[in-house]
C-alpha cells in the first residue's frame, strides 16, 4: 500500500509524544512527593494531615480531568484550520501547560491548613484540565497522520516507544540535577535544598523545557492526512459514538478494570530510598523497567502482526502479573538489605517492564482500528471523540489510582520526616512490607482485571481487513467525484 509520512515525520512523531509525556509522567508522581513530603515542610501544618487530604486532591483533580477529556474531543473534532484539527491544539497549548506545571511546584508560604488544601485542589485541577488539552490531541494523532493501516500501526509503534521512554525521563533528569546542584552548592547546602525540594522544583523546570522544544519540533514538521467529515456531530452523538461501540468500550473499559496497576509508581521513590538505599536509585529502579517497556513494545510491533491486538494483549496480562508475583517472592527471600536485594530487583524489574509494551501500544493500535470502524458504520471520523472516550476512562482510572495510591501509602504506616535538613524518615518493617505489596502484589491483581474486557474485543481478522478495504475503496471514489466536479 501506499507510503504517505516522510521518514522524518514519523520520528518527530515520536519526538512530539516523547516532550509531552517528559513533563505528564514526571508530574503525577513528583507532585504527589512534592504535596507530601516538602510543600509545607516547616510550617505549622500538621503533615498527617496533609497526607489524609491528597486522596481527595487527585480523585477530584481525576474526575476534571475525565470530564475535560470528553470536552476537548468534542472540540477537536469539530476544530477546522489550516494547521488540521489535532496539530494546534497541542501548538498552541504548550506554553500554558509549561507554566502551570511550574506553579504546581510553588508552594504558598502559609500554616493555614485550609488554605493550603484550596490551593492543591485548585492547582491540581487546573495542570489535570490543561495537560488534557494537550496530550489528548496528541495522542489521537496517529489516526490522521496516514490512511494506510500498515504505516499508521508503525508509526504509531514507534511514537509509542518514544513516548514510553519520555515518561521515564524524569528518573534521568532529577539525578542529573541533583549533581549539577551537589557541584555547585557542596554537599551540605545541597543536603538542606534536597530536604527543602527544591531538586524537584529545578526537575520540572527541565521537564518544561523539554516539553516547549520537543513538542514544537512536532508541530512544525508533521501534517495531517485523513480526511475528516464535515457534518457536524451534536453533543448527543458524540456521547453515544463513545459509549455504545462495542469495541471501543471494551478498549476503554480496560483502564477501569486495572486502576489499581499504576499504584506501584506512588512507592517507587520509597521503594528505591528504602529498598536500594538512595532517592537516585529510583532512576536504577525504573530504567530497567524502561527498558524493559520498550523492549517490550519491539516484541508486541512483531506478535501483533503475527497473533493480532486481542491476542497479544491477553497474553501480555498474563505474563505480566505473573512476573510481579516473581518479584514479590524474590525479594521476601531476600529480604530487605539493599546491598544484597538490589541486583535481583533489578534484574527482574526489567522483566516486569517487558509487560508494559502491551499496554503502551496495543490500545493504540485498537483504537485507531476502531476509528475505521466507526466511519464505516456511520460515515463520521471521529478520531478526537474515540480517543477522548479511552482518555475519559484513562482519567476515572487515574483519579482511583492516585487517590488509592496515597491511600495505600496511609495504610502501610508511612512516616515523613520532620527534619528540614533530613528528607526520608526511618520505617519499620511491616510499613517496607506493606510498601512492596503496593509494588507488585496488588499491581499484578489489577493487571488480570484489565485483560478481562479484552476477551469481547472482535475488531480483529478478516472483519478489520474487510473494513480496511471498503473505507480504502469509498474514499477513492468519494477523491474521483470531487475530482469530476472540479
Known amino acids: 500500500m501506499k507510503k504517505y509520512m516522510k521518514r522524518s515525520e514519523v520520528w518527530t512523531y515520536g519526538i512530539g509524544l516523547f516532550g509531552i509525556a517528559l513533563l505528564t509522567g514526571w508530574m503525577p508522581d513528583y507532585s504527589y512527593t512534592f504535596f507530601n513530603d516538602f510543600a509545607f515542610k516547616g510550617t505549622d501544618i500538621d503533615p498527617a494531615q496533609i497526607m ?3 486522596p481527595y486532591v487527585t480523585l477530584v483533580a481525576g474526575i476534571v480531568g475525565a470530564a475535560c477529556e470528553l470536552i476537548i474531543g468534542i472540540l477537536v473534532d469539530r476544530t477546522r484550520t489550516k494547521w488540521g484539527k489535532i496539530r494546534p491544539w497541542v501548538g498552541f497549548g504548550i506554553l500554558p501547560l509549561a507554566i502551570v506545571s511550574m506553579l504546581v511546584f510553588i508552594a504558598p508560604s502559609t500554616n493555614n491548613f485550609y488554605g493550603a488544601v484550596a490551593w492543591m485542589f485548585v492547582i491540581y485541577a487546573l495542570y489535570t484540565a490543561v495537560s488534557c488539552a494537550v496530550e489528548s490531541p496528541a495522542n489521537c494523532f496517529g489516526a490522521c497522520c496516514t490512511p494506510n493501516p500498515t504505516e499508521r500501526g508503525d508509526a504509531i509503534s514507534i511514537a509509542s516507544i518514544f513516548r514510553s521512554v519520555g515518561q521515564s525521563g524524569g528518573m534521568v533528569v532529577l539525578p542529573v540535577v541533583g549533581a549539577i546542584m551537589k557541584a555547585a552548592l557542596g554537599k551540605e547546602q545541597f543536603k538542606t535544598a534536597e530536604g527543602q525540594g527544591l531538586d524537584l522544583m529545578l526537575s520540572t523546570g527541565v521537564c518544561v523545557l523539554g516539553l516547549v522544544l520537543f513538542g514544537m519540533i512536532f508541530f512544525t514538521n508533521n501534517r495531517e492526512r485523513v ?12 456521547i453515544k459514538f463513545v459509549f455504545t461501540n462495542k469495541n471501543l468500550l471494551m478498549v476503554s473499559l480496560t483502564k477501569f478494570t486495572g486502576f489499581g496497576r499504576g499504584v506501584y509508581s506512588t512507592v517507587s521513590l520509597y521503594i528505591a ?13 525504573l530504567l530497567p523497567m524502561g527498558v524493559g517497556t520498550a523492549v517490550g513494545m519491539l516484541i508486541v510491533k512483531q506478535l501483533l502482526k503475527k497473533w493480532g491486538t486481542r491476542k497479544v494483549y491477553i497474553v501480555c496480562c498474563l505474563y505480566g502479573s505473573a512476573s510481579l508475583a516473581v518479584l514479590y517472592v524474590v525479594s521476601r527471600v531476600i529480604g530487605f538489605n539493599p546491598d544484597v536485594l538490589m541486583i535481583p530487583f533489578l534484574i527482574i524489574n526489567f522483566f516486569v517492564g517487558l509487560q508494559h509494551g502491551n499496554t503502551n501500544l496495543t490500545p493504540n493500535v485498537m483504537i485507531a482500528d476502531v476509528v475505521d470502524e466507526i466511519e464505516w458504520k456511520t460515515g463520521k471520523r471521529q478520531e478526537g471523540l474515540c480517543y477522548a472516550g479511552y482518555g475519559f ?6 483519579a482511583l489510582t492516585k487517590s488509592f495510591g496515597p491511600a495505600l501509602v496511609t495504610w502501610s504506616g508511612y512516616v515523613q520526616s520532620s527534619n528540614m535538613n533530613v528528607a526520608y524518615a526511618t520505617q519499620s518493617g511491616d ?3 506493606k510498601l512492596l505489596l503496593i509494588y507488585t502484589l496488588i499491581p499484578a491483581i489489577f493487571v488480570i482485571g484489565q485483560m478481562l474486557p479484552i476477551l469481547f474485543y472482535d475488531l480483529t481478522g478478516k472483519k478489520k481487513e474487510r473494513i480496511t478495504k471498503e473505507l480504502a475503496e469509498r474514499r477513492a471514489q468519494a477523491a474521483a467525484a470531487e475530482e469530476k466536479e472540479a
Do not use: C
Open 431 to 433: 510499613t517496607l512490607n
Open 273 to 285: 530510598v528504602y529498598m536500594l538505599g538512595s532517592k537516585d536509585l529510583k532512576l536504577g529502579l
Open 52 to 54: 489524609k487530604i491528597l
Open 227 to 238: 480526511p475528516y467529515t464535515t457534518e457536524r456531530v451534536s453533543l448527543w452523538q458524540s
Open 393 to 398: 476512562f484513562s482519567k476515572v482510572a487515574a
